[in-house]
């Protein structure tokens, strides 16, 4: 496995195995990776002649009081886990390079960045969109992987990339749980052994709403209600949102059906956790 740390080695490099015909598929990751990450890394080795992860923790989609200096890091087991993945390439590029002195060019999308995890976080999805355009421009994938359970941020990147007529193919990869139900995510090493277990109030909000829209629940209010009285019994637990939206371009829904989206943001302690799933599909 190379390691490349330099933006312009990286984009040289890429743009000569596109000239050999050879097919990258990237996975995009700030890293601390988890076995999330790997079931987007094992899928890409499947859809690519080279397979390449970048790691780069983006400064621009943290808000001023998030968790940017905190965010947790582990370089030294993200390198095993890409190359027990079969990852070719792992670029790792400093935010100097990515956004050096002067820089002041940013990609917006706008209707979709507005709501859910938008409406508390204003400007991050301009950092997403920005970082990830970037990547693009800099990897040249042919496609690209991103897991479902940052959903807002993969409807945005699907959409971004189909107005700017980018060429590069978007796949979405399920959600990965850990056993008992809680998504695996990197802020999940926040959590106390306490804040873990109330945690997974999320997920039995989310299956008591899927068994009652598969036993023919319709009712929007309904099905809001069931899953916040869920959560509302776990006291440690400040629900941010929990709507209920169309998974598509995120727009509000009076009734549900197959491709509603039921999308949560929550607070337990200091750690912000989300997760989401869509009505009709496989958990």
Same mark, same amino acid.
């Given at each position: 496995?190379?390691?490349?740390?330099?933006?312009?080695?990286?984009?040289?490099?890429?743009?000569?195995?596109?000239? #050999?015909?050879?097919?990258?598929?990237?996975?995009?990751?700030?890293?601390?990776?988890?076995?999330?990450?790997?079931?987007?890394?094992?899928?890409?080795?499947?859809?690519? /002649? =080279? =397979?390449?992860?970048?790691?780069?923790?983006?400064?621009?989609? @943290?808000?001023?009081?998030?968790?940017?200096?905190?965010?947790?890091?582990?370089? #030294?087991?993200?390198?095993?886990?890409?190359?027990?993945?079969?990852?070719?390439?792992? @670029?790792?590029? /400093?935010?100097?390079?990515?956004?050096? #002195?002067?820089?002041?060019?940013?990609?917006?999308?706008?209707?979709?960045? *507005?709501?859910?995890? %938008?409406?508390?976080?204003? %400007?991050?999805? /301009?950092?997403?969109?920005?970082?990830?355009?970037?990547?693009?421009? +800099?990897?040249?994938?042919?496609?690209?992987?991103? %897991?479902?359970? /940052?959903?807002?941020?993969?409807?945005?990147?699907?959409?971004?990339?189909?107005?700017?007529?980018?060429?590069?193919?978007?796949?979405?990869?399920?959600?990965?749980?850990?056993?008992?139900?809680?998504?695996?995510?990197?802020?999940?090493?926040?959590?106390?052994?306490?804040?873990?277990?109330?945690?997974?109030?999320?997920?039995?909000? +989310?299956?008591?709403?899927?068994?009652?829209?598969?036993? %023919?629940?319709?009712?929007?209010?309904?099905? *809001?209600?069931?899953?916040?009285?869920?959560?509302?019994?776990?006291?440690?637990?400040?629900?941010?949102?929990?709507?209920?939206?169309?998974?598509?371009?995120?727009?509000?829904?009076?009734?549900?059906?197959?491709?509603? =989206?039921?999308?949560?943001?929550?607070?337990?302690?200091?750690?912000?956790? +989300?997760?989401?799933?869509?009505?009709? #599909?496989?958990?």
């Amino acid at each position: 496995m190379k390691i490349i740390n330099n933006i312009q080695e990286m984009q040289s490099t890429a743009l000569s195995y596109r000239r #050999e015909g050879r097919r990258l598929a990237f996975v995009p990751t700030m890293g601390y990776l988890h076995e999330g990450h790997a079931s987007l890394l094992r899928e890409g080795r499947r859809r690519g /002649d =080279l =397979l390449l992860l970048s790691i780069f923790v983006n400064p621009i989609q @943290f808000g001023q009081n998030e968790d940017l200096g905190r965010y947790p890091r582990n370089m #030294e087991r993200d390198r095993s886990v890409a190359a027990d993945c079969g990852v070719d390439i792992l @670029f790792n590029p /400093d935010a100097g390079g990515m956004y050096p #002195e002067g820089f002041q060019t940013g990609v917006t999308v706008r209707q979709i960045s *507005l709501p859910l995890c %938008g409406a508390s976080r204003p %400007g991050h999805f /301009d950092g997403v969109a920005t970082v990830v355009t970037k990547l693009f421009n +800099i990897v040249q994938p042919d496609v690209a992987l991103f %897991g479902r359970k /940052d959903f807002q941020q993969l409807a945005l990147i699907r959409r971004m990339t189909t107005d700017l007529n980018l060429p590069v193919e978007i796949i979405a990869m399920p959600i990965v749980r850990e056993p008992d139900g809680l998504a695996m995510s990197s802020r999940n090493a926040y959590l106390t052994a306490d804040e873990r277990e109330s945690a997974l109030c999320l997920f039995r909000a +989310i299956s008591r709403v899927r068994d009652l829209f598969a036993s %023919g629940e319709r009712s929007i209010k309904a099905l *809001l209600h069931e899953a916040s009285a869920i959560i509302e019994l776990e006291p440690s637990v400040q629900i941010e949102y929990l709507e209920f939206r169309d998974a598509v371009l995120l727009k509000d829904v009076q009734v549900a059906d197959s491709i509603t =989206l039921l999308a949560m943001a929550v607070k337990i302690g200091s750690t912000r956790l +989300i997760d989401n799933t869509v009505l009709g #599909e496989e958990l």
